[in-house]
């Protein structure tokens, strides 16, 4: 499937923590990106993962992005697929729509990760970030090359709802507007 359907994605949130996020470039607008997918997903019943790199180190996930009821990873690997206990969390048939930091490192090799399980993967371009633009943007160009969909806010909580009928669509276009 080409597009990102609601019932087949799981929303994947990739080290945005207290301690990393003042470094990064742009990182009030990855933020603010992520948490509306967060409240998308929240809103169309897509199941969210979020992982901590280093927790420890680097702190806990944002406080706009922690709720009570989320599902962490903690993990030390860059890939978190990697990490203990990520795909079985994971529904083995869903895309995975992936936000997060860095993008050059723990977003790209998560990314790749998935892709070499044969998983569909949606990096979500303006939700992914790096302390350097530069850095950001060779991901964004090797992720494309391996088969990774780009996609931004918009594509994604437009294609979760799939029609201006949804039940829910006011309320998931409040959080874009």
Do not use: Y
């Not at 083995?92 to 990760?113: D, I, K, R, W």
Request: charged share 20%; hydrophobic share 50%.
């Amino acid at each position: 499937m080409r597009t990102m359907s609601a019932r087949s994605s799981t929303l994947l949130l990739v080290d945005i923590q207290a301690r990393l996020m003042p470094a990064i470039d742009q990182a009030d607008a990855i933020v603010e990106n992520a948490r509306r997918l967060r409240d998308a997903a929240s809103l169309l019943g897509v199941p969210a993962l979020l992982t901590e790199q280093n927790p420890r180190g680097l702190g806990p996930t944002v406080p706009a992005l922690a709720t009570p009821d989320a599902e962490i990873v903690p993990k030390m690997t860059f890939d978190a697929v990697r990490a203990p206990g990520l795909l079985e969390r994971l529904a083995p048939t869903h895309a995975a729509v992936v936000v997060g930091c860095e993008a050059h490192v723990c977003v790209l090799q998560t990314a790749l990760g998935l892709v070499d399980r044969g998983r569909q993967v949606f990096v979500v371009q303006d939700a992914v970030g790096s302390r350097r633009a530069e850095s950001k943007a060779a991901a964004l160009q090797r992720l494309a090359h391996h088969g990774v969909e780009l996609v931004t806010t918009e594509m994604v909580i437009f294609e979760w709802l799939e029609s201006a009928e949804h039940p829910r669509f006011r309320e998931a276009i409040a959080l874009i507007k």
